[in-house]
């Protein structure tokens, strides 16, 4: 918004409280209130010891306003007066213990304050690349050049953890996984002012040297939005750009598509990215990356199935599953041996059945049919040790020649398995 108009407007506000003191409604309360909305557009504006004094004003009339100290802390830390703005916030959280915009705000202070005593070498180096970032599209460097030092972020906003495994070759039970690191990841935020820097990047490209530099920036904010729930805040208001990339499949690489996908399901808790999935062109672009098997380690369809399942949306499953293909792809998945992706995709599939329109299009019936019959062919063989009655509809029977209601049952039999060879017994044991 413009900022310069929002302060002169607070200002004439306050000039008009001061010549009506003692109006009726006229509370300390609100003066607070315009002296702290003043303090945050002089933010904006960079005049933050104009800020600071607003920001004091307000805590004068109202102790007790949080917005305030938070505000007071921001104009401090620019002013490089890092002590007295991690004060101010300690002073917020006497007030208002656990206030999340006040801990996302030490949060980012204690990020900024290791990168400044270069103690921490990833910070130390991430400071030095995002450093040269912006003084590259500042100066509107060459894709290559920003292609570059992109394809060198990810790898540092990861790092190596245990994690325990059953798989008796592994000495001590234990194996290495990726995992986030927070503190990088904040620091990017910090950075990149909030995603700001990268946003730019974030649009379709002719194939060729930019389209390299969409998958790279797509790589380095889907590693930092990452099990990072302050990122994925920040990052909320750019997910809709996500969209042109995954309608422009035909015109764009499935390396890039796949980047996209996986910075969607990095944010597939949020709203946002529901809202993506519901537009159907953007869930045709995701289905067709998912189409694809995907064998590597760090598994794409492990991420976005993982999210849609999490979400139990059948509005949501329901629009992707419209989409030609769509249920062999998570049919596909529920089958796969890697239990890391097939878990999350039979979830899917149980929410799936709770709506009629996502069975219809699982093609659930049809599927269960199909399986009866192949059930009933290998077990043709084995004895019958019982009977029972059954609907016929449910036997899956011809109607009764007669069109009575009262013959409208059968008799299913149910076979002694174990009486069949251990061959067909495991097959049926992998069917169930």
Known sequence: GDHAAAVQRYGEALETAAACSGAHGLSDELLAVLHGNRAEARLQLGEHAEAEG???????????????????????????RWGAAEAALRDALEVSPGAREVLAQQEEYRVAALARSGKEAVLSELSGLLGRLSALVRRKGTASEVTSLLRQLPSLLASLKTKPTDDPAVPGGLIY??????????????ATNGFALLAPLLRPMPKGA??????????TVAAAVRDCPTNMCAFDKYVPQLVPILRAKAATSLEVLRSAVRLLGAMGVRASARRVMHDPATAEGLM??????????????????????DMRDTGTLANLLAVEGAPETFWREAHSRNKDVNGPSRGLIGTAMTSAVCRRRLGLR????????????????????????????AAGAAPAATGDDDDDEVKWPLRDVAALPESDTRALGEIA
């Open 54 to 80: 607003d920001a004091d004003a307000a805590l004068e009339l109202d102790p007790c306003f949080v917005k305030a100290y938070v505000r007071r802390a921001k104009a401090l830390h620019a002013q490089e």
């Open 177 to 190: 996984e990726s995992a986030p690191n927070h503190d990088a990841q904040v620091y990017v935020r910090l």
């Open 210 to 219: 930019k389209e390299e530099l969409l998958g790279a920036a797509l790589e």
């Open 288 to 309: 067709h990356v998912l189409s694809f098997p995907d064998s590597s380690s760090q598994r794409l369809h492990v991420a976005i199935i993982a999210a849609l399942e």
């Open 366 to 393: 049809e599927r269960t049919k199909r399986l009866v019959e192949l059930v009933e062919k290998m077990t043709a063989d084995a004895p019958v040790r019982e009977e029972y009655v059954v609907a016929r509809r």
